[in-house]
């Protein structure tokens, strides 16, 4: 992310520079996760009516300071069974009795969608993104204004079937972090993701889980690995301008490394993998 020998002469091969095969690489690959993407979304509604009586067998009622929680007394374990994907944190939201959630970085609320329907225990989600064209900020979903505001019309669109739970927050991280009660049951990081956003973002929200709660992330790779990926992407820019090569990996392994706390990465999401970490 000696294939690397392979696939430049092959795209010479084609009439392909090493770049230009690089981009169709990456368009292939998101063709394909596009792909995986609907088809989870046709099979995912068939598992939910077993995703909410498993919660249900095993949640238990219990008071929150901040929010309610009816978390059973065993999701404060920090073991956790591999997953597969993203696409199983909801489910494990709903098997674990969490009740609260924190996205940040929503882009068109793909994702959140995906959550929701296999956590129908969950009674307030909170949607955190700028929906702006950010400075510095050298990576695909820094897009246009305009695309950032049908990214934020396709969100709401989404969100419509879960509009008693869905709640909206049109800000950068740091500024949503103190509108948000504590404690939360389950926070999922995929806003910036150069080394500093994600540094401070871990900072932010990991104090507002609740002890046995759940953090998690997307794109657990760094900017060498992204540079492999796509070329046009730099997630070593931070938003001060200042490098650093970590990225999302670095970040995350640092901050967790420093609590003594395992990382869970989830191993079918090609290059996308996210990170999971349960907290004590």
Same mark, same amino acid.
Not at 87 to 114: I, K, M, N, P, S
Not at 166 to 179: D, E, Y
Not at 273 to 279: A, D, E, F, R
């Given at each position: ?25 990456? =368009? ?11 088809? &989870? ?12 009586? +498993?919660?249900?067998? %095993? ?25 597969? /994907? ?14 609260? !959630? ?10 959140? =969608? @995906? ?9 307030? @989600?909170? +949607?955190?993104?700028?929906? &702006?064209?950010?400075? $510095? ?14 990214? +934020? ?10 509009? /008693? ?18 404690? *939360?049951?389950? *926070? @999922? ?10 540094? =401070? ?6 104090? &507002?889980?609740?002890? !046995? ?10 900017? #060498?690995?992204?540079?492999? %990926? $796509? ?11 200042? &490098? ?5 990996? !670095? #970040? ?7 609590? !003594? +706390? ?11 993998? /996210?990170?999971?970490? %349960?907290?004590?």
């Amino acid at each position: 992310m000696s294939s690397t020998r392979t696939q430049q002469g092959a795209s010479h091969a084609n009439g392909l520079r090493p770049q230009q095969h690089a981009q169709a690489v990456l =368009e292939q690959l998101r063709a394909i996760q596009k792909s995986i993407d609907e088809l &989870k979304s046709s099979i995912i509604s068939s598992t939910t009516a077993k995703a909410v009586t +498993l919660g249900a067998a %095993i949640a238990t009622p219990a008071g929150g300071a901040g929010h309610a929680s009816s978390a059973s007394s065993s999701s404060s374990s920090t073991f956790l069974s591999p997953l597969m /994907s993203r696409y199983d944190l909801g489910a494990e939201a709903e098997r674990r009795g969490y009740r609260t !959630g924190v996205e940040l970085g929503v882009q068109t609320g793909a994702f959140a =969608e @995906y959550a929701l329907r296999t956590w129908p225990s969950c009674t307030t @989600y909170y +949607l955190v993104d700028i929906w &702006k064209t950010q400075e $510095n900020y050298v990576d695909g979903a820094n897009v246009p204004q305009e695309r950032q505001e049908q990214n +934020l019309a396709d969100a709401k669109r989404r969100m419509q079937p879960y509009a /008693s739970k869905a709640v909206f927050i049109r800000n950068f991280t740091s500024a949503a972090a103190p509108l948000i009660p504590d404690p *939360v049951d389950f *926070v @999922y990081v995929d806003a910036r993701h150069d080394y500093c956003g994600v540094m =401070e973002d871990l900072r932010l929200y990991w104090p &507002k889980v609740r002890s !046995g709660g759940m953090m998690a992330g997307h794109d657990f790779i760094d900017a #060498a690995e992204m540079s492999k %990926i $796509n070329d046009k992407e730099h997630w070593e820019v931070c938003q001060d301008g200042t &490098k650093h090569p970590g990225a999302v990996r !670095g #970040a995350v392994v640092e901050f967790f490394q420093q609590l !003594g +706390l395992a990382v869970h990465v989830t191993y079918r999401d090609g290059p996308w993998n /996210s990170w999971i970490v %349960i907290k004590p």
